[in-house]
T-cell receptor
Framework: GIQVEQSPPDLILQEGANSTLRCNFS?????LQWFHQNPWGQLINLFY???GTKQNGRLSATTVATERYSLLYISSSQTTDSGVYFC?????????????FGKGTHLIIQP | NAGVTQTPKFRVLKTGQSMTLLCAQD?????MYWYRQDPGMGLRLIHY???????AKGEVPDGYNVSRLKKQNFLLGLESAAPSQTSVYFC???????????FGPGTRLTVL
C-alpha cells in the first residue's frame, strides 16, 4: 500500500509564528486531504488538494503530485491552531478505496 | 444538513459483548467508510462500501462486520469485543472514491 510520511512529528511555536508541515507519499494519488484534529478529538477538514494550491485565511496548502509531496502552511499561529495535523492520501476507484493517513504532526502553540 | 452523524458517542463494553455502531449521512453519497484511530496514530480503514448493498474489506477488517442496507446508513458490528478493539471509530462518506471524504464526530469505544 501507499506509505505516507509527515514531518516534523512534533512542533512547538510561539503565538504569531509561521510554520510549514510536510507530507511525502510513495505512489501516485488522486485524493489528498489535510485535517486538523483538535484536543477534543474532532477531525476537521482543512483542504481537499490532490494537486495545486489553495488558501483559506491563514492556512494554505500546495500539492506537487508529480514529486509526491504536499505542504501545509500556517501563518500568524494562534493557540487555537494547536492539535494534530494529518495528511491522508488515496487512489480511489482502482480497487484501493479509502484514505491512508500519516502519523501526524503534533503542533503546540504557546501564548 | 447534518452531514455525517455517528451513534453512540461513547460506549464501554466487557470482553465478549457485542455492539453495533451506526453511521448516517444526508449528502446522498455513494461511498461510506469506517476507520479506527489508536493513540498516537493516524486513522486506519476497517471496511468500506461503494453503494447500497455492497461492502469491502479495508486494511484492518478482522473482528468487524458491516452492512449497508440503506444508502444513507453504514453499520459497524463487533460480534465478540476484545480489549484490542478499544479505539476511536470514525465514519466518513464521499460521492466518488476520489472525492473529498467528510467525517463524523467519532465514537469512543472502551473494551474492558
Amino acid at each position: 500500500g501507499i506509505q505516507v510520511e509527515q514531518s516534523p512529528p512534533d512542533l512547538i511555536l510561539q503565538e504569531g509564528a509561521n510554520s510549514t508541515l510536510r507530507c511525502n507519499f510513495s505512489d501516485s494519488v488522486n485524493n489528498l486531504q489535510w485535517f486538523h484534529q483538535n484536543p477534543w478529538g474532532q477531525l476537521i477538514n482543512l483542504f481537499y488538494i490532490p494537486s495545486g494550491t489553495k488558501q483559506n485565511g491563514r492556512l494554505s496548502a500546495t500539492t506537487v503530485a508529480t514529486e509526491r509531496y504536499s505542504l501545509l502552511y500556517i501563518s500568524s499561529s494562534q493557540t487555537t491552531d494547536s492539535g494534530v495535523y494529518f495528511c491522508a492520501v488515496g487512489r480511489g476507484g482502482g480497487g484501493a478505496d479509502g484514505l491512508t493517513f500519516g502519523k501526524g504532526t503534533h503542533l503546540i502553540i504557546q501564548p | 444538513n447534518a452531514g455525517v452523524t455517528q451513534t453512540p458517542k461513547f460506549r464501554v463494553l466487557k470482553t465478549g459483548q457485542s455492539m453495533t455502531l451506526l453511521c448516517a449521512q444526508d449528502m446522498n453519497h455513494e461511498y461510506m467508510y469506517w476507520y479506527r484511530q489508536d493513540p498516537g496514530m493516524g486513522l486506519r480503514l476497517i471496511h468500506y462500501s461503494v453503494g447500497e448493498g455492497t461492502t469491502a474489506k479495508g486494511e484492518v477488517p478482522d473482528g468487524y462486520n458491516v452492512s449497508r442496507l440503506k444508502k444513507q446508513n453504514f453499520l459497524l458490528g463487533l460480534e465478540s469485543a476484545a480489549p484490542s478493539q478499544t479505539s476511536v471509530y470514525f465514519c466518513a462518506s464521499s460521492y466518488m472514491p476520489w472525492d473529498e471524504q467528510f467525517f463524523g464526530p467519532g465514537t469512543r469505544l472502551t473494551v474492558l
